[in-house]
Nanobody, 126 residues
Framework: QLQLGESGGGLVQSGGSLRLSCTASGFTLDYYHIAWFRQAPGKEREGVSCISSTSGNTIYADSVKGRFTISRDNGKNTVYLQMSSLKPEDTAMYYC???????????????????WGQGTQVTVSS
């Protein structure tokens, strides 16, 4: 059974940092594009960042560029999202997702992804 699990969320003050982890079970992340999405109450799910399977190429939403960093540790079958300089508007449920694609580059479009985790809550207080 293919599963993704997120961890690392929590409550942090504005300007603080958190590192989210996305760990796979039942499959190897090496061959998958991995993305992070977030969804705040009453809002649509939005793409945050992704990392491509082979090249390791990364993409970031404009709203997080320069503050968030995505990385992968294939040995641990885990992808990380390091979040710094957090703002109250970063408050959301954060999800990781996996896509096995022949295309070389990942995308941050929710409809493209096949497997999803249950999410981890990030709350940034002002």
């Amino acid at each position: 059974q293919l599963q993704l699990g997120e961890s690392g969320g929590g409550l942090v003050q504005s300007g603080g940092s958190l590192r989210l982890s996305c760990t796979a079970s039942g499959f190897t992340l090496d061959y998958y594009h991995i993305a992070w999405f977030r969804q705040a109450p009453g809002k649509e799910r939005e793409g945050v960042s992704c990392i491509s399977s082979t090249s390791g190429n990364t993409i970031y939403a404009d709203s997080v560029k320069g503050r968030f960093t995505i990385s992968r540790d294939n040995g641990k079958n885990t992808v990380y999202l390091q979040m710094s300089s957090l703002k109250p508007e970063d408050t959301a449920m954060y999800y990781c997702a996996a896509l096995r694609s022949k295309l070389p580059l990942c995308v941050i479009l929710p409809r493209e992804y096949d497997y999803w985790g249950q999410g981890t809550q990030v709350t940034v207080s002002s």
